[in-house]
């Protein structure tokens, strides 16, 4: 792809209206462009990195056995009547009359509808334990939307929901879940930690809130520090596997402002370990038994009789991890900023240094390309006329993780090679593909 | 996959209220559940189909150089007071009002929504051309929704749109999404026909329609059989040898309703030839200048003065494709689906024949697997105790193109092997691979 053809609307300047860096950041390097209050449009940058991270979700909602389905945004309020939440929802559902005048509502959350097609699919506690989930948008009527996707109205979540014959089963349920989020946060280079946290408006009385450490965070945390070292590697999918990771995170004082107790804190933390933050929530995991099934009526037989199944609900904010994401990466002090590889736009960025009217050095980065497409390599090469210095400020707003220069001192097979954050280095092309290709493995 | 743990919904029956058979097949092998009128869920089986049919779509939109972004499902009123169609688009468009009372509306399409954002990013002709599209889903709030996932108010479309400097550029990339549909609807085993059609609430003089043909179809065509034997696949992407493909179809007389005129279908098409049928719109293209760039005042800088952009539209129908299909490929008589390979739910039905208490085949079926996988052979294994009859039935109307069956005949290394349609054969597990590893890649 050449920068010149590319969708990639660049802004010199941060916009005034946006307050933290990634609102900054997805702005300035044409990430997304907001339609209406609130509401944005995903550029082709924004759009790649959103799908990276939706696909590394999806691989872990499968691996723990969860089938994806897909819901429709529009429901209707009938369901919602029936769970008793129609009312409760207040002003942040966005309600709908259709064009005959029936209550319909885009849906900020799927407890509802998705008990409607449990009960109407799943007769017998043979079929259990059924793990579904979706990828789909939501609208939340936020009365002030702010930071940028972070705080948005419409937004893209996966959530999960799970049906259990009983609670013990459907704890096994809710540790699945508990690991795929370890592991999927993982896959996103991020470290995020588990915290018990109040439900809400869904319900119930067990909760984990998947939080990252950042200052910009809207969630203020209460935490020991030793929580940062528990390991969840050699978790097994297994009953005992999962309660026994559980219990290791559960050893340390972590929680959430709503479930804040000082008094818990500071005996159960020795002062070393206290630690007291702000975070950004990336995942949040529910366990409410019948609360949707026994009013909805959504039952399965069990040695004869019948028996509501126990649900629990999983969400990841996929739009929302973009942001974080770049909240938790962003150096700030250095203005660089540096995607992980798993999800960045591109895997390589290449800058030729370029005098007006001369192609030289864009035909020396297209020579490049053959070898880099040989080897899955997908880059960017900046054919614009802009001054050197521009271009390296853009690209370290743009975060790709590598960049290949080719100015006036590239002679031979040797091209300075940037891994960002680092001094550059004189390689050829196959030790840059080399380079590149081990960091996608990590 | 087990069939015993797969979310699977199976109905006995053909439910009353579906009309065509893709609305039947749909909801009787559980691949959609409808949630309100004209609202469906897509379940797992259904879902698989819909996910592959995107992924066709978007690569032949990403070989013509088009970008992909994702434009919001709520859109501001605005937008579409300028460009004028708020009042022209009359009931079908979802009108809302937030918690503000600000008027917005759920997109039914976005010409709107795409010039706006064009506006704000691309200012020299220099970044033209510029195709851009997005896969989302949309809302036409249709009076009476019927024939389940064909004519519904929620569906999932790629729409993309094209900007160019002049009316010669523009129909150079109108020229291109000609091509792309072509090799999108072959690759879907589906052979659709662009007729010149009429562009209705989109706007503009030159529009085509793909259409398939069904006794489903809700469009009516007059058309001359030759234009089928028209091939596509040595054209380039390039201005002459496009331009070249449209001049070989619009050689035979193909028109939509709106377009027909009986005389000149009878001067034009000798008798022979001659076709009056019916057909699904599968795609629709526009070619629409600046229909909407002036009014939004969508502009670029060419030699000095401002040009406003050259616009096209280019749609096609991904969840109603499901639909379109299940239309072309199910066989009446037979009462047998089968899926073109490139979309099907699973590669490979293993269906053992199981006694009561009989494990037997179900191990011989497990046994299999490792090999199926080592090669990518995607399978699901029937292991309800089902009678064989009642799964043979169940499995033609699934539509898995490949059945290996497991019956109390299966001795040695040697299985019954299906290519659904044909005679079976005994073979080896090798050769089975062999079989289903070509047919995907035909």
Known sequence: MFFSKSFIPILKNNPAEAKIKSHQLMLRTGMIKQSSAGIYSWLPLGFKVMKKI???VREEQDKI???EILMPTIQSAEIWR????????????????DRQSRDM???PTNEELVTDIFRTSVKSYKSLPQLLYHIQWKFRDELRPRFGIMRCREFYM???YSFDINDD??????????LAYLKTFKRLNLSAIPMAADTGPIGGNLSHEFIILADTGE??????KRIFDVKSDETKLQKESLKNLRGEFEKFYSVTDEKYNEKDFNDKVPEEFRLKTKGIEVGHIFYFGDKYSKPMNS?????????FVKMGSYGVGVSRLVGAIIEAKYDDKKEIMKWPMSVSPYDCAIIPLINKGDKKNIDKAINLTKKLKEHNVDYIIDDTEESFSAKMKKFNLIGIPFQIIIGNKTEGDNFEFINVGNDSKNLNIDEIVKIINQSKKN
């Open 169 to 178: 089963e459907a704890l096994f349920s809710y540790n699945k879940f508990f």
């Open 219 to 224: 969630s203020k945390i209460y935490t020991d």
């Open 299 to 307: 039952s399965v037989d069990f040695q004869g009789k019948k028996e």
């Open 105 to 107: 509502l885009y849906g």
């Open 82 to 97: 029936e769970s008793g939440r129609y009312k409760d929802y207040g002003e942040e559902m966005l309600r709908i009359k």
């Open 54 to 56: 939706e696909k590394i």
């Open 158 to 160: 996966k959530d999960a």
């Open 65 to 67: 056995g969860a089938q």
